[in-house]
């Protein structure tokens, strides 16, 4: 008895004893010293700035190993208590039960620490002819172990689930293992649960894949080491391949049939909100019915028909509103940064596209690349909508489409109200009509294809992309007084959306706006513009975040002609609209002259003139412009929904950056009385007029190198040594920026603004290539918005997401070597 207790007595202190550890305590030296600091980032020639970020690979590498061996050892900790008490009278676990938790964790263990212990001495003592090809060789070749691992997982996690129910205290042991941090943590040990531990090594063996290509991919060709990490890479391609990884298979909802008339009035695709799941249909209007079908499945050789979800006679249809019912379906809508993602990403296939064109190496790739846009734009098409059409039936129920487009909206209710206004009789179609007519929709359709660019002909247009600027003068024809704006749409990514809006001109027939607007395009081929009377009435207001309540007075839209609008001149132009004229004046940037930074040639303003120069001058660490935008931001705009993102009008913007250019003494007034998103627009405008942007032209190539490192240990050790070797105005103004950003993303639930919105507002604007970079590597005018703008997005995303970081800690902070060899 007195033996169990003293086991018992053991597994207790185990949970209690942060010093107790497995058998052979681990002594691991840390790498992290404070004479080893890296004094200054290098950059020469391409085969200087591989070796360099070959460096931070593998001490990322370094790094990770000391965590994963500390996660090893603490899963190891209470196998031998366990062990003990198995053979007295009061196990806590079986042997059998212990083996298959415990399985080949100890192997694997070894394993590690052996690869750990050989790989520091090396990065200790750097040398750019040091090799490690070996050591990751012999590590792929032992693999074998992790495949033991991964076959029994499932029933070890099973097993230590069940065993934890079955007894208390392995419950206790199982939810509280202490890991030890790395020697330079200033945290001793982390509890982890017994279940996230298991989990490291399958984590650990699909990531070594990654690490591997790092390494490669920062690896001189003609080095020792290339055909030993590529043999190593291609073992653990292999070897992954082999593990059969469990995908839970995608969700999908499916919607109740449930009924639908002559002439085909108009047609097209729609997303339907059906029992709370996005549904793309083909919705056809007739003459005397709107009829909501699908494509029905078939095998490859067979006729495409339709499946007829429902229909509803015109006699019987209602537009329904919000004061109608209360119990509309909740629009859930994914976060913008979401729908940026995969834009950034569609981007990038079409890029992929271009180039496999141009090597014209075979169709089978190409076909694959085409496939993948599809699937990514159709996704799209079918997460963007948010705008509600509510459809309803006199006698059943209502329908709801979402749709991206206020413009196209108005088109369906207007088709539908010309035709009600016909002696319309109610239809009731027996079953074999309704097969009939739904059979027929094939034949009659007008719209063949959902509407993506991937199902655009080669020889069509590719769109315009770069920045359209639009002044809305005014209109004219309105019968009488109301209070009036508008607001513009473009196409980008095969639908509509809106990009912006005029102030509200009150009480008048004939507005003077003249406000101009900058709009981004991505393959733009339409401008459109609605006019619309303000709603007022308090009765109708906050009903919904999507709902648009105001009357639309008129609406119209024109093609944008390359030809036209890509002249250097201003371009007038009107669009008539229900007896309405709106005069506006257009001009389009291209993408690649919008990356064109002119220096100024004044060094007394603040525009287009080095941060160093402005800093210095005004003996301040953070330009005062930047200080001043930011405090007004903070003051009044930092719940403004959409701040930063809402264009401000562009004659307030000019107004405020002539003021700060000038140095008028009534700048702070001026402030306090601006709109907040010219404010916000003022702050955007001067870090894309910098000469340089703020990360430097230097940097540039090594923060999208940093950004891309798979190992997170290595990208932590490259992302923060580059912050280090920015000139001390731009650490010092970006750090400013950084919490600032952080604190706008705070308010996200009122702002709309998360930080991913905000990384995708700025990180173009302070991470850009340098000219001579840009016209090295752009030979579409959307590539360079594709690749390019996704890493730049991530990089700020990676310092925003980061834990405060101060610039007196930037300072002290090392590294696991010195570059200066």
């Known amino acids: 008895m007195e033996e169990e207790d003293e086991v018992i007595g053991f597994l207790d202190k185990v949970l209690e004893d942060e010093d107790v550890f497995y058998s052979g305590e681990l002594e691991l030296e840390s790498p992290l010293t404070p004479d080893r600091g890296l004094r200054s980032f290098k950059l020469g020639t391409d085969a200087e700035k591989g070796l360099e970020m070959r460096k931070m690979v593998l001490s990322g590498v370094l790094a990770s190993e000391e965590i994963y061996i500390n996660q090893l050892e603490a899963l190891l900790l209470p196998m031998k208590p366990l ?73 070890a996690v099973e097993t230590a689930e069940k065993c934890s129910q079955a007894n208390a205290q392995f419950h206790t042991i199982s939810e509280n293992l202490k890991v030890k941090g790395p020697k330079d943590s200033k945290e001793c040990t982390t509890s982890v649960s017994m279940e996230a531990l298991l989990y490291k090594p399958i984590d650990r063996v699909t990531r070594s894949t990654l690490v591997l290509h790092d390494l490669l991919k920062h690896t001189p060709t003609d080095h020792p080491d290339y055909p030993l990490l590529q043999d190593a890479f291609r073992i653990s391609q292999n070897f992954l391949s082999s593990i059969n990884e469990e995908i839970d298979p995608r969700r999908t909802a499916v919607t109740t049939p449930k009924g639908e008339a002559r002439q085909l009035v108009k047609d097209g695709f729609l997303v339907e909100l059906s029992e709370g799941s996005r549904k793309l249909r083909h919705v056809f209007l007739f003459t005397d019915l709107l009829l909501c079908a699908k494509m029905k499945k078939t095998a490859v050789g067979k006729h495409q028909q339709y499946d007829c979800k429902w229909y509803i006679p015109l006699a019987d249809l209602t537009f329904q509103t919000l004061d109608d019912s209360d119990s509309s379906p909740h629009v859930h809508t994914l976060p913008e940064h979401e729908i940026e993602e995969m834009k950034n990403k569609i981007s990038c296939i079409k890029s992929e596209i271009q180039k496999e064109k141009k090597a014209c190496k075979g169709q089978s790739r190409l076909d694959r690349l085409k496939k993948k846009m599809f699937e990514q734009e159709s996704w799209l098409l079918l997460h963007s909508p948010t705008i509600p059409f509510r459809i309803h039936n006199k006698h059943g129920k209502s329908y709801l489409f979402l749709l991206s487009s206020d413009y196209e909206r108005s088109e369906w209710r207007e088709a539908i109200q010309k035709l009600q206004k016909k002696d319309l009789q109610a239809c009731v179609l027996t079953s074999v009509e309704l097969q009939v007519l739904t059979g027929s929709c094939f034949k009659l359709r007008t719209v063949h294809n959902i509407p993506v660019t991937s199902n655009k ?154 941060i160093s120069v402005v800093t210095k001058r005004e003996r301040s660490k953070v330009p005062y412009i930047v200080r001043q935008c930011i405090e007004e931001v903070e003051k009044r705009g930092i719940e403004e929904v959409g701040i930063y993102r ?38 955007k405008l001067y870090f894309r007029e910098l000469p340089e942007p703020l990360l430097t032209d230097r940097l540039y190539p090594a923060f999208m190198e940093g950004i891309a490192l798979s190992d997170p240990a290595a990208k932590e ?8 070797s920015l000139p001390e105005p731009n650490i010092i103004t970006f750090l400013f920026i950084l919490e600032h950003l952080k604190r706008v993303a705070e308010k996200e639930p009122i702002n709309k603004m998360s930080l991913h919105n905000l990384a995708t507002v700025f990180g173009p604007t302070l991470l850009r290539p340098s000219e001579v970079e840009s016209k090295a590597h752009v030979s579409l005018a959307s590539d360079i918005w594709s690749h390019d703008v996704m890493a730049q997005v991530q990089v700020l995303l990676y310092y925003l997401q980061h834990p405060p970081i101060s610039i007196t800690e930037l300072k002290r902070n090392t590294l696991y070597f010195s570059t200066d060899v």
């Open 83 to 155: 062990k003990a008490t198995a053979t007295t009278s009061q196990p806590v676990l079986t042997n059998q039960q212990i083996e298959t938790i415990f399985y080949k964790i100890q192997d694997i263990f070894e394993i590690h620490k052996e690869f750990y212990d050989s790989l520091l001495p090396i990065i200790q003592q750097w040398d750019n002819k040091a090799t490690v090809g070996h050591l990751f060789q012999k590590l792929a070749s032992q693999l074998g172990i992790y495949k033991a691992f991964v076959d029994n997982y499932k029933v």
């Open 457 to 610: 002909d080669d020889d069509e247009s590719p769109g315009l992309y770069g920045f359209l600027h639009v002044i809305v003068h005014s209109a004219k024809g309105f019968k009488e007084s109301a209070n009036l704006y508008c607001t513009l749409e473009v196409d980008s990514f095969g639908y509509f959306v809106s990009k912006a809006k005029t102030r509200v001109f009150r009480d008048t027939t004939e507005p003077q706006w003249n406000e101009e607007f900058e709009i981004e395009l991505e393959g733009s081929q339409c401008l459109r513009i609605l006019c619309y009377e303000k709603c007022y009435d308090k009765s109708k207001l906050n009903k919904d975040d999507n709902e648009i309540v105001d009357k639309i007075m008129g609406k119209g839209q024109v093609q944008l002609d390359p030809q036209v609008v890509q002249s250097k001149n201003w371009h007038m132009d009107v669009i008539e609209m229900n007896g309405i004229k709106v005069e506006f004046s257009m001009k389009f940037t291209s993408r690649d002259l919008s990356l064109k930074r002119t220096p100024s040639k004044k060094q007394s303003g603040v525009f287009g003139v080095k």
């Open 646 to 683: 809402i264009s401000g009008v562009a004659t307030d913007i000019q107004a405020l950056k002539t003021a700060f250019d000038t140095n008028t003494k009534d700048i702070l007034v001026m402030l306090s009385d601006m709109d907040i998103n010219a404010i916000a627009g003022t702050l």
């Open 717 to 724: 050790n490259c992302m923060m040594h580059l912050l280090r």
